[in-house]
Each structure stands twice: as C-alpha cells, then as structure tokens.
C-alpha cells in the first residue's frame, strides 16, 4: 500500500527534462493517483516576467503522456490558489522540489485539511533555467567581444557553506593559543560573531551615499576599535582569513573551462566582484585555483568604492575599460545585481545557478550557520552537485529533525559580542531561543524581564517584570525582539528609566 491515495504536483514543465521526470516518479511511488497542475503561459509570465518557451497546450500534453501522471489540470490566472485546488480535487500531499521557500502559510493550512506536504530533492544539475542560459551562453559567447563574471559562486566556491562558515573556521583556529599568543581571550571565544557583527557596523558607519562598499580594513578596524587590538593584532586577523580563504577556495570548473576558450577565441574577459576584498587580494586567492586568472582584469566594489548592486560599479568598469555596453555579456549568480542592474544599463547577461543550496539546506545554515560541522557538510553537497552527482540533505546519515531545531532566532544574534555579565529583555520565541543559548555559553544572565512578567511566569519561565533592571548590577541590557521598530522603542524606554545608552545592546 502506498502511503497516500491522491497526490498533487504543480509546475510549469519547460523544456521537460529529467529534474521533471524526477519529481513525478517519486510523487508516483508515494501515491496510487497522481494530479499535476500545469501552469499556464499568462500564469507563468505572472510569476516569473516571461512565458515560457515551450506553449501551455504542448507542455500538458507531455506531461500527460508521462507514464507516472493520472490526471493534468491547468492551473491559469485566478486559479493559481493551492487551498482551492484542494477544496476542488482533495488531494491527501502535495509533492515539490526542495528549490523553493514560503511554504510555512499553506503546510499549516492544509495540515488543517488532514492533508500533507513532502518536499523531494531538487535535481540540480538539471533545470529549465540552465538549459535556457546554457543555450544563452552559446549564442552570445561568439557574438560578443567583451565577457565579464562574477567571482564567487560564479567562478569559485567555497568547501564550506556560506562565507560566515570562514568565520568558524578561524575561531576554531583561534581556540589554538599559540595562533596570535597575544590575542584576548574574549576576541578567541567570541570571533565568529565579532567579524560578521562588525561588519555590518563598517558598513553603518562607512557605506553612504557616494561610497558603495566597505574594505577589509575598515571591518577589522571597527573590530580593533571595539575590543582594543592592536595593529600587529590586526593584521594577523586579517592573514589568517585570507590564509583560511586561500585553503578552502574550490574552482567552478565548468565557467572556468568557458572563461579559458573565451580567452583561446581572443576575447576579452573581466572579473567584477562585489566584495570587501581589494582585487590584489582576490586576484592572491584565484591564482592558488587556475594561473588563469594571473594577469585578468579584475574589478572590486572595495576598490572602485561602486557595486553592482546599484549599476554603479558597471559605469565604472564601462568607463575604466571603454567598453560598449550592446556589446558586452555578463554572468554571474545573483539575480539582482548581476542581472538586473546589468540589463537595466543594456548589458546582455547569462545567468548563473549552479553553486546555490538548496532551500532545506539554506533553512538548516539559518540554525546552523556557525557549526562547523554542517558548513562543511553542506558544502561538500554543493561540490558534490558541481561534479554532476543529484544529491541534497538526504545524503547526510545525521541530519537533525528538521521540523524543530533550536535557535533559529537566536543563531543571529552575536553572542560572542556580548558583554559577560548582561540582563536580556524579550520572553518572545526571540527572547526564548537566546536564553537558552546564553545558557550554553559563558555568558551570565543577571536577570530575564518582560513586560508580560506575570503571564508569562505561569508558564514556568523565569521572567521578571522590566523594573527589576533598576536593582541589578549588569554591563548590558540586550535587547531580544524581531522587530527593528520595537527595538527602538525599547532602547528609548530603557533610556528613559535612567540606564545608560552605552549599555543597551539591540541589533
């Protein structure tokens, strides 16, 4: 017997291919009777801006020739809601690929209908997106004289996850006290959520109206100017995370292969990055993956001081390299700022996909993301992908229960930042999460308040009300709230009953 009677999937199904065929057989071997709903043309143009190259009356008619399908529906405009499709067909699950987010609305809603959601892995090495850039690249590669590309998750990735994995890996590092003797144990046991902390107030601090972007040291003289180092300090900082970059920089190979037969063709090839790396430092990490990248031009948003994020950073190559844009092609794996802004300014790009996690991936790096340990196995999923193996989470014989991991909040916070004696304010799922983690940490919590105290109470926690901060001795009040605007009500509140601004923490 198969686990559910009637299954529902729903797609587009362009340029049918294996990733397609996947998805419906394994829908198929969890169900006796399966109902595709297939987009239509205007629906899709909705959705994504454009139709899709293959028409709705010959996109259903091969999925309805697909041995795995029982029934096809069209799924046009106003008839795109999943609630109502199911008040129509009640279906027991609806299958999908693991390449999209935002499900959390409907799952509740039809857990309310007895009926479920399975996600199954997404095939990345096959999508109607790759093949359609792939055909792409083979037109406009011959027809253009000058070529750009992004550089990371482009033309390189990393062996662990995100770039924060870095991060974890140089506070494991730093956890060897021979590794900068000097250096003060708090900056040891707190570096991870020091860097990315202080990044964000380089960028607060220098990233204005004319200046786009922040430079590797601005970060870390924010850091050295918040925790006391000294310059000598600083600059082994600096070296261990290039040396820590160095070591765990991974080639795309099929993009470089591209690069180097458009350079054999006599092309001109550019890099552009927005990054707060100088080109002389990421040209330092390129050369340890391929000598190619030896003598290219390459164009850094820390040194033009533009990204492109705004469009600015491609004027500024435009100008510098006296390009013309109708005859320039980028590529690279964001869809904004490599794609969107360079096809705003006329600029033909190829769109680049290849290096991304999947969604489940991403939610687990959400609750995860310091943990060494899952940057470097997720990581390995992703290089995996890159060399053609169809894999995702699944793979991992240890992955954690996925419906609740602890922390998800709270992994956001820099912790490492905190002060060590602090009063933490917010008893919310925020407040809750960070609590439990301050537990885990060297970390003393003088007192917990909310001003729900005596609601709260009787559900067990060991909150007090907000006034109790008047009697304790604390070095920070941290401030545990989702909301940015709630934040700063706080922070004005806290003011007003006479704790000073120094030693109120909120991000």
Known sequence: MKKYHKGYVQGTFDLFHVGHLNLLRRAK???DYLLVGVVSDELNEVYKGVRPFVPYQERSEVVAGCRYVDEVIKIDVGHDDKLKIWEEHHFDCHFCGDDHGGWEGLIDELHKRDSEVEFFPYTETTSSTRIKEELKKRLLYHQDDVMSFDVFDTLVTRKVATPRGIFALMQQRLADESVLPKLP?????????????????????????????????QIYQCLGDAEGLSSEQLQGLMDLEL??????????EDNISQLKKLLASGLRVILISDMYLSGDHIRSLLVTVDEVFSNLPIYSSADMLKAKWSGNGYKYVQKQEHLN??????????????????????IKTVYYNG?????????????YEGDIHWQLKVGELRL????????????????????????GLANRYPVGVL?????LYGAGRMGRDLYARLQKQDKTVVCWVDKQADSLQSQGLKVESID???????????VAVKSREKSCEIFVELSAMGIEKEKIFWT
Not at 195 to 200: N, P, T
């Open 29 to 31: 071997e969890r169900c």
């Open 185 to 217: 144990l708090r900056v040891r046991k707190g570096f991870y959520d020091m860097r990315w902390y202080y990044e964000s107030v380089a960028r607060n601090k220098w990233q204005k109206e004319l200046t786009e972007d922040v430079t590797f040291v």
């Open 243 to 252: 040396a820590v970059e160095r070591e765990n920089l991974v080639g795309i």
């Open 325 to 346: 844009v109708f005859r320039w092609v980028h590529t690279g794996d964001n869809k904004s700022s490599d794609i969107g802004q360079a096809q705003e300014l006329g």
């Open 355 to 367: 290096a991304a996690l999947t969604r489940r991936e991403g939610e687990l790096l959400t609750k």
């Open 384 to 407: 995996r992908r890159l060399k053609g193996q169809d894999v995702s989470l699944d793979a991992l014989p240890d992955l954690p229960n996925e419906e609740y991991v602890p922390f």
């Open 419 to 423: 002060a060590d004696r602090i009063a």
């Open 468 to 478: 109790r901060l008047l009697q304790k001795d604390f070095d920070q009040v941290v």
